[in-house]
């Protein structure tokens, strides 16, 4: 027998909402609007709140009883950037997780396999990230997953994870990546550092608050912004690094956090 969709809080507030309405109609059919129009505006700001779960299940965080944190990067690789935070990673003994859009996998074969090699993780960050996707049809958002899968599947890996631009999420996306056995992975975290925009003083923000079964949001990526320095910006890595024994943790990989996989190794198509 077929596993049944769980169900998510919002169809179980939109459910209420639209009892309440059908009951308060009787009583006075303009009042009745009120919480159909709750409801729609809940839908709206849970869209871009990072980690709700009203429409599906999200892993911001593992277990609190762990001195454990994962790192995790987006929207790279960048071969201005990339290679010297492996470097740095691998002078810290950490694995990180990446969270790969499939347009720069295939601008940059040879990051994604160095990254692999390395020992780190990849996850989907779809396709071409449109910041957009979620505002989209359906049909787009699961092209703009599957066109991601198949470019990581070049490498030999089949990512089991998720995380949407911009952090943004909609009703559509649970169903989409329930059908390809995937979770979405946010975060708890973070900067913000706008892309590296904002890079100035991100370890300290970070180390500041960051607690036991954290995931951590960065970035991999050299804006398109004369402020930011390589330099600058590998040195609050470090920081970060290096901080967190200060504050009792250490950086594990995420899969050993969430204690699920990240991926799964897959063969790579013939050539």
Known sequence: MKDKRPIAPGEILGVICGVAAAGIFFIHPYLSVIPLS?????????????????FLPVIRRGRRDTNGVAITFDDGPDPRTTPFLMDLLARFGVHATF???????????????SILDAGHAVGNHTFAHDVLVMLKSQKNLAREIDD?????????????TFRPPAGVVNPKLGAILKSREMVCIHYTRRGPDMGNRRIRGLSGKILAKIRPGDIVLLHDCCPQSANFSVDTWLAEIEQILSGLPQKGLRAVPL?????RPVMRESEPPPA
């Open 38 to 54: 709750a409801f729609v505006a809940v839908c709206l700001a849970a869209a871009f709140f990072p980690g709700n779960c009203l």
């Open 99 to 113: 969270f790969i859009p499939g347009k720069n996998a295939l601008a940059h074969p040879g990051l994604v396999s």
């Open 148 to 160: 991601a899968q198949k470019v990581l599947g070049n490498f030999g890996v089949t990512p089991l």
């Open 255 to 259: 899969a050993e956090l969430i204690e």
